[in-house]
């Protein structure tokens, strides 16, 4: 049986834990609350435990223990994209001082298990003219705190890889939607767009809407790093997670309204600077290492849709959940 710890018990690594528990993988979640339910999660094939405290202490004493942990994964740390421009200094050293303390537990504890960093493809890329395509070979510009204290955190892992021997790698996400996020977040557009949809709220379109990002589901997330995770092999030091489709942020306002059957009133602002031309992922690297053939964005709004509200009678363009795969459920 697989043994994972995942540091952060909110959307991504609940969904992970989900995820791997349904695998048959037994995990401890690693978080200061529990915002998902993981508690109340049906029990399944395998274990799922919350250990409520700080991750990279109670990770040490969790080493001490047992020394068979085959991985852990990170997936906390640090603001939001919005909140860290305000507090670019608190931001770093939240999201660096976890991933370093977890690092030296494990150098020192248990150096065979591996290291996963969820770190963000829109917080590293910058997005740029044409399709936008960046591969990981790709210059990394961050345009905000939040994405230099990735990057940074990215050299850090590469430094404990290269220095100490380590297995770390860094998965660099795009946008992952699936369930309604919170407002304070300050990220997550398909989110704001199920949001206002529900809420009749206007949606607050920067610039035209023309530029172009990638979004991936949650499901297919959780699919590719737990089947990256099942290689049970070093990993490349850096690897896209993404759909590798460009959707305009006008386009999934437009595929919201029409898989809710509501209108979305938009408020047009002055663009943020950032929010021009295209980010996609490049996911050749991925799919060279696993099979992946993810939702397109207009068949996983259709499923958020549906799993938000089954009533609205939403069609369901593209494969049903396979097994292994997060339900979402708000």
């Not at 969790?62 to 670019?88: H, K, N, Q, T, Y």
């Not at 997005?127 to 990394?140: Q, S, V």
């Not at 919201?256 to 509501?262: E, I, P, Q």
């Not at 939702?295 to 609205?312: K, S």
Request: aromatic share 6%; proline share 6%.
């Amino acid at each position: 049986m697989m043994r994972a710890a995942v540091i952060g018990a909110g959307f991504l690594g609940s969904a992970l834990a989900i995820g791997a528990e349904r695998r048959g993988w037994d995990v401890t979640v690693f978080g200061h609350s529990d915002p998902y339910s993981l508690r109340g999660n049906p029990a399944s094939a395998g274990a799922v435990r919350l250990v409520l405290g700080d991750g990279a202490d109670t990770l040490s004493s969790v080493l001490r223990r047992e020394r068979d942990l085959g991985v852990v994964v990170i997936a906390a740390g640090g603001r939001f994209p919005v909140p860290s421009a305000a507090e670019p200094a608190a931001d770093a050293v939240d999201t660096l001082s976890l991933l370093i303390n977890v690092c030296e537990a494990v150098r020192t504890l248990s150096p065979d298990t591996r290291i996963l960093f969820l770190s963000s493809a829109g917080g590293v890329y910058a997005p740029g003219p044409g399709t936008g395509l960046r591969a990981e070979t790709h210059r990394a510009e961050p345009t905000s705190p939040y994405g230099m204290s990735r990057l940074t955190g990215e050299n850090y892992l590469e430094f404990y890889r290269r220095v100490h021997g380590l297995s770390c790698s860094s998965l660099r996400c795009s946008n992952v939607y699936g369930r309604l996020l919170p407002q304070s977040r300050g990220q997550g557009v398909v989110s704001a767009a199920f949001r206002c949809a529900l809420t009749a709220e206007p949606f607050r379109l920067q610039g035209g809407g023309e530029q172009r990002r990638d979004f991936l589901h949650v499901d297919d997330f959780v699919r590719a790093t737990l089947d990256l995770i099942s290689l049970r092999t070093d990993l490349p030091g850096t690897v896209n997670i993404g759909s590798g489709v460009g959707y305009s942020v006008a386009e999934v306002v437009d595929r919201v309204a029409t898989v809710m059957k509501r209108a979305i009133p938009v408020v047009r602002g002055p663009s943020a600077g950032t929010d021009v031309g295209s980010l996609v992922t490049d996911t050749s690297l991925l799919r060279s290492l696993i099979d992946f053939e993810p939702l397109r964005p207009d068949a996983g709004i259709a499923l958020m849709g549906r799993e938000l509200c089954p009533d609205v009678g939403v069609e369901l363009v593209g494969r049903e959940p396979q097994p292994g795969a997060c339900m979402d459920r708000t």
